[in-house]
């Protein structure tokens, strides 16, 4: 059995078309989208202190409106850690984008960056379904 995964971004601002040509063009199982740096984590944590409902890649929920249906008939799988400091708000943006789009994939987010150094490492590995 052959796994093909691809890289649609290597940093937030990297070019958007990438995962689209990406997904469109070739026969691939699983896409990954990095998009944090030092820089980046600085820029959403600043965001996420003016509002805390940010603090993600925004730009990911739009990327994702776009190439979500031919994600869904492919059945490709997307890993990206766009959540930034708010994974969970990234999660739920995609996920209303899912609904609208009628193409309903549970997005998870995994939960435990933002905790502080006291909570066990158990609980920090645990994730967390986004809202249905």
């Not at 093909?4 to 896409?31: C, M, N, T, Y």
Request: proline letters at 8%; aromatic letters at 4%.
């Amino acid at each position: 059995m052959t796994l093909r995964i691809a890289s649609g971004q290597g940093f937030w601002g990297d070019w958007l078309e990438a995962p689209v040509r990406q997904v469109e063009g070739g026969p691939i199982d699983h896409l990954m989208m990095d998009y944090l740096a030092e820089v980046t984590m600085s820029i959403l944590q600043k965001q996420k202190a003016r509002d805390p409902s940010l603090g993600y890649a925004r730009d990911v929920v739009p990327l994702l409106q776009r190439i979500l249906p031919r994600i869904v008939e492919r059945g490709i799988r997307v890993t990206t850690n766009a959540g930034g400091v708010n994974p969970q708000g990234c999660a739920d943006a995609v996920a209303e984008t899912a609904r609208k789009l009628a193409r309903w994939k549970r997005p998870m987010a995994v939960i435990g960056t933002n905790q502080p150094r006291c909570v066990p490492r158990a609980k920090l590995a645990a994730a967390t379904p986004g809202t249905p």
